[in-house]
């Protein structure tokens, strides 16, 4: 499949259920009822800051996009990446998004306790 050279496929599913479209846009089954050995997840500052973001034009959907290079994420993130059969590099977005997430609500909690440790400093003034 080349994915490079037309914009006809808009959405393609691969055997391992891996999906990756034009424009980011999809869901995840994410009940509850379907999971098992839920834990916490690790702390993801690191990666997150280690990630090159860039503006480009997509030359398949002549469109300019913020995002990022599949072939510099495999050197943060490998995870992240996945080949396809004709070796075009994608990334799975859905679990950068949660990743950036995590590390904003560490970053949440890092300021709270911060702003708290500055109230008690100044309350001695």
């Not at 259920?17 to 098992?36: L, R, W």
């Not at 995870?79 to 059969?85: A, D, E, I, R």
Request: proline content about 1%.
């Amino acid at each position: 499949m080349d994915i490079r050279g037309t914009i006809g496929e808009y959405f393609n599913i691969c055997s391992d259920g891996y999906s990756f479209n034009i424009n980011n846009a999809y869901g995840s089954i994410c009940d509850e009822s379907v999971m098992a050995n839920i834990a916490n997840a690790n702390s993801q500052i690191e990666d997150i800051k280690n990630l090159q973001f860039y503006n480009y034009d997509n030359t398949v959907a002549n469109t300019r996009y913020l995002g990022l290079i599949a072939n510099e994420v495999m050197n943060v993130s490998p995870g992240l990446v996945k080949t396809t059969s004709d070796g075009c590099k994608t990334i799975a977005y859905s679990i950068l998004y949660l990743k950036g997430i995590k590390a904003l609500q560490e970053i949440i909690d890092k300021v709270e306790k911060l702003e708290a440790n500055v109230a008690i400093l100044q309350s001695y003034h």
